[in-house]
């Protein structure tokens, strides 16, 4: 057969317009492919640690799957997965041999990052990290811990266990990831100092009675210091329980602290949230209040000044130290009881701390269960667990807080699923979410990228409210320089309010915003919520903003567009598609109908001048105002170009093939449109009502004909099939 001119014209074509296209298609192609695929899962395994000790106290090793019940709330469960973790086994295998390549094996847990799988063999292995709150320490409390540690690891430290140093100062360390080398172990202990921990002590609460002598007329009120210094604690154990997550094995963390005072309730959700990460990641939590046994005289300490009032001599002063002491060791013990530790208080002996991990996690059961409870209500559920022989003790923690769904949220963790969700690597697709860029020139070195977001408005669900449909969706976004490092950021809420006659569901719910930029390569990532029912999607692509210094015609993008919009926002002054207090809506689709107008939009900058004897088409840079419809079929009168101006010619043509469909007639430029970004504007109007519906190559004509340089971009468009009007009913 025969191939002709025209079929390579037609086959060229094509393959221009799904080059052009792939973005969108791929994109929409991804999340059709996953939509198909992709497995909801609505419930979450639950671990729960059973130790189990015969009537002596002895540890019992033989019990099976079968022998145990589990309930929730009091409603009996299914029990899942069923694992016996057997450490004694390693403990008594004598100390660990050196490897081929000389070392003993480390693990790489804590610093892998938080996306990343663990590296660590855990099993039948006993993980405990020692966590050194130094932020509010004397340094004979910092020495009194580090010499507990040391103690530990050189006397009682067994082959099965690995440990890891994590310190918290002025800011939060890992020290040592998990490790059996007792050699860096001590070594990293030596590392500490004294002087690391001054600074961060709670201050007071503005009352001077009872209070240092200080020789300051007022007393400081620090109380929202200390809500915060609370809160910063609490935190940093909630982002280690983040990575602890990674593995099944139960995890003991030893807390040395000099204890966390909270203010009111203020701090009441930094410690939920932190018990409830620790629970998730089947971490138990061993605090232990450094500060040992302590003696409250009545005048104070010795170190510290005269108490202010009668309060020394009243005892007054005695019961709000110990009112104090008792509120510090408060939340330690919530800590410890709520993820299945225990609290180590009032005792100068360190040591059955860590005896008491090493026996809590010699022997255990790890028992796994899916609630059978649907409700994402973020509550506290209680366990129990039994087992079918007599005379047994179970060790086990008392319950945990289920995960919430977007209806129970609050704002905070909203915000947190967002940035989750701008972080992650793999998009979601719950919402389709298609975007488009064109750059603009602002100066040399500065270009403005205007960015368009688009969603069906099929997929948002608009609540009827007083004769209105109402929606809100949830935009965040960034921009990465070589997709490394964040130059832009975006977070808005927009609120739909259409009249419900208007069917917003059948059409599109664009949304319009830029940045500003210097040549290069970008990545940008948007991601968008309906708060309905928290659904979300995501939208991520490459962008290449051209250095126009090293182009022979200096050139804008084309953008193409059906809509002319009155400006809302007064913040658009940056913007180069608002000219006139009317907005160019781009059209990323590139899909009109047969009765649209297709508005383009292009700039041309450092147009070259030079002599113009010739007449000029039309001194006009809006045409639609100024020569009818851009050269759709009317004339323009002629005029005289200044001599040593500009001369720009610029057209549109529509192509089919090989075959011309239409060209509109020339628009000259003779002057710079805007002088401070000496750029000449483009605007163009054409009626579509000439073209049949189809699919057509909209090629754009740009000649700088003083300088001799050219440009001919080109872009797929598409004319749609009129929709017929729908059958009028009987009686109407």
Known sequence: ???????????????????????????????????????????????????????????????????????????????????????????????????????????????????APPSLDARDRRLMLLFFDFS??????????????????????????????????????????????KAKIVAALTAYNSGQGQGFDNGSTGSSEGAAETSGAVSADDTDFNTFNADRKLLALQSLMQALGKLPQKKSLIYF??????????????????????????????????????????????????????????GASILNDLNGNAA????????????????????????????????????????????????????????????????????FRSGYYAGRDFEHLNRADREQQLEDELAAQLP??????????????QDDSHYYLAVSLVVPGSQIPFVT????????????????????????????????????????????????????????SYHLKFVIRENQTGRIGSFETDVQIPDLRKSPLKMSSVVLSSLRAPVTNKKNGA??????????VPNITHVFAPDQHLYLQYEVYDAVKGKNPAPAATPSLNADQKGGQNGAGKDVPTVKAPKDSIRVFTSIEFLQGSTKIYESKPVVANEVTAPDRKAVIFQMDLPLQLLRPGLYLCQVNVIDDVAG????????????????????????
């Open 328 to 395: 510090s060791q408060d939340t330690l013990a919530t800590l410890s009881s709520d993820t299945g530790g225990k609290a180590f208080f009032d005792s100068n002996d360190f040591g059955p701390v860590f005896s008491q991990v090493q026996k809590d996690s010699s022997v255990y059961y790890v028992l796994g269960f899916t609630s059978n409870n649907p409700l994402k209500d973020g509550r506290f559920r209680r366990l129990k667990v039994q087992v079918n022989r007599a005379d047994m003790k179970l060790d």
């Open 257 to 314: 602290s000099n204890g966390i005072t909270q203010s009111g309730a203020d701090n009441q959700s930094a410690l939920r949230a932190t018990t409830a990460a620790a629970v998730k990641a089947n971490v138990s939590i061993y605090s232990l209040d450094i500060r040992g046994l302590q003696a409250f005289p009545p005048g104070g300490e010795a170190q510290s000044a005269s108490l202010h009032g009668q309060s020394a001599y009243s």
């Open 575 to 584: 913007n180069p598609l608002v000219r006139d207090q009317m907005e160019l």
């Open 1 to 115: 057969m025969k191939l002709t001119r025209k079929f390579f014209s037609i086959l060229a074509a094509a393959i221009l317009l799904l080059r052009m296209a792939a973005p969108l298609i791929a994109q929409q192609a991804e999340q059709t492919k996953v939509n198909e695929a992709r497995i909801q899962v609505t419930t979450e395994l639950v671990l729960v640690n059973v130790v189990a000790r015969d009537k002596k106290g002895n540890l019992v090793r033989d019990l099976k799957k079968s022998d145990f019940t589990l309930f929730e709330d009091g409603k009996k469960q299914e029990i899942s997965t069923f694992d016996f973790e057997n450490v004694d086994e390693l403990a008594t295998a004598g100390a660990a041999e050196t490897t081929v390549a000389g070392v003993t094996g480390t693990g790489a847990l804590l610093r892998s990052g938080k996306k």
């Open 428 to 441: 979601r697709v719950d919402v389709p979410l298609y975007a488009g860029a064109a750059f603009f020139r």
């Open 709 to 732: 340089s050219f440009s001919f971009p080109r872009f797929p468009l598409l004319i749609r099939e009129p929709v017929p009007a729908a059958p009028e009913k009987a009686g109407d």
């Open 136 to 181: 509010a320490m004397d340094p004979e409390q910092i020495d009194r811990s580090v010499d507990a540690a040391k103690k530990f690891v050189t006397a009682k430290m067994q082959p099965a266990d690995l440990l890891a140093l994590v310190s918290l100062a002025t800011n939060m360390r890992v020290d040592l990831d998990f490790t059996d080398d």
């Open 465 to 520: 409210e007083k004769e209105k449909d109402s929606a809100t969706i949830d935009i965040v976004g960034e921009v990465r320089e070589g997709g490394k490092f964040p130059v832009g950021h975006l977070r808005d809420t927009v609120k739909l309010a259409v009249e419900s006659t208007q069917q917003v569901r059948r059409k599109n719910v664009q949304y319009n915003t830029g940045f500003v930029l210097a040549p290069g």
